[in-house]
């Protein structure tokens, strides 16, 4: 290999070992935010478990804020509902 050849070569391993220590430290980064078990019997979550158990927990706090949507939207009927009732009721004049 020729040394420009080579240079380039040098050139493009700097590039792709600089962006897979820039992936590594967004994963290490993931990783902390992720609710599971840490400590030094616990090996580290694979790139691939990462992201997986990434996926699920966005999948479960999409769903939890689903239920709280609606049991809020069910909440604030029964409030209305409550509301229209007692301003429909005439007071008695005793």
């Known amino acids: 290999?020729?040394?420009p050849e080579a240079g380039i070569r040098l050139s493009i391993n700097m590039r792709e070992r600089d962006r897979?220590?820039?992936l590594n430290e967004a994963l290490d980064d993931l990783r902390a935010?992720?609710?599971y078990a840490?400590?030094?019997s616990v090996r580290k979550l694979s790139k691939i478990a990462t992201l997986l158990l990434a996926k699920n927990h966005i999948i479960m706090q999409?769903?939890?804020?689903?239920?709280?949507r609606q049991l809020v939207a069910t909440l604030r009927a029964q409030v209305e509902q409550s509301t229209i009732t007692t301003t429909t009721?005439?007071?008695s004049s005793d």
């Open 20 to 22: 897979m220590h820039d």
């Open 38 to 40: 840490r400590g030094g």
């Open 89 to 91: 009721i005439p007071m």
């Open 33 to 35: 935010v992720l609710p």
């Open 1 to 3: 290999m020729s040394s």
């Open 62 to 68: 999409a769903k939890a804020i689903e239920e709280l």
